[in-house]
């Protein structure tokens, strides 16, 4: 445990560091698209015409964190389900995974408690309300299958993409696409969190914790049930790393079979 933390602790700032960046966007966007006084929500009538714009702005959000100097070094999981799946999937060791976790719920904490000094009254508005993340009028069951559902697809979309060398660079704009698209569609009917430690800060500032199992049951479920399947279908070793932008000049903590790759002794064969 100290020996991880003495190593790379740096790489567990920057995952705090990366989700509450996250929870700042995600606060003040709600509050410019939802709160009633925002010039903005009266611009744009139309809710699912905001639900886009939310979308779009998670999106550009997330592709900034991940393709950022800290995003390539820690790998910008930003997601404790992302960080328990690749440990389940054996690359990312023990301790760097419980550190992560705490990393990612500290720093959604940290970023929405910020978010909440900077934007007072409006961010605590009831049409806003921390950006707390809410079954829809489809019930919690619905809201349960939804979030595992995306959550499913996101990591299935992870390893596919990050797995093979000509997609590996677009992972990132993959995963932004679908946080795009599913702050359009499933915000409604599941509140569309994916992320227990982004769940977790709305619900700490705002001590709302009705239904908060959902998201720290139905994201992680989700994505093991992608991680079970794809080493089922590829195997383990089919998975090089746990970033999700590796090519790049920084240093990589997991298990990673790029390094080994790098590593291996070239042996050159001579015609006789």
Request: with cysteine; charged share 10%.
């Amino acid at each position: 445990m100290l020996k991880a933390l003495s190593r790379h602790w740096p790489e567990y700032l920057m995952e705090a560091a990366g989700l509450g960046l996250f929870m700042i966007s995600a606060c003040v966007f709600a509050t410019l698209l939802e709160y009633p006084g925002s010039p903005i929500h009266h611009a744009v009538p139309d809710p699912f015409l905001r639900r886009v714009l939310m979308g779009l702005a998670m999106a550009v959000t997330a592709v900034g964190i991940i393709y950022s100097p800290w995003g390539k070094q820690s790998g910008a999981h930003i997601n404790p389900s992302i960080t328990f799946s690749f440990w389940y999937l054996g690359k990312i060791e023990h301790w760097d995974a419980v550190f992560y976790v705490v990393a990612q719920f500290a720093g959604a904490a940290v970023g929405t408690v910020l978010a909440a000094v900077l934007l007072g009254r409006a961010l605590a508005d009831p049409h806003v309300g921390y950006a707390v993340t809410m079954p829809g009028m489809v019930g919690v069951a619905a809201a349960f299958a939804v979030e595992a559902s995306i959550s499913f697809l996101l990591m299935t979309v992870v390893l596919l993409t990050s797995n093979v060398s000509r997609l590996a660079p677009y992972t990132g704009l993959f995963c932004a696409c679908l946080v795009a698209v599913y702050i359009t569609f499933t915000a409604p009917l599941s509140g569309m969190s994916i992320n227990p430690a982004r769940s977790f800060g709305s619900a700490l500032v705002a001590d709302q914790w009705t239904n908060l199992w959902i998201y720290f049951a139905a994201p992680p479920l989700g994505m093991w049930l992608a991680a079970e399947l794809y080493h089922r279908v590829k195997g383990r070793h089919a998975v090089k790393c746990c970033k999700l932008h590796h090519e790049n000049d920084k240093r990589c903590i997991f298990r990673c079979n790029y390094q080994r790759a790098a590593q291996a002794p070239i042996h050159l064969v001579t015609q006789p």
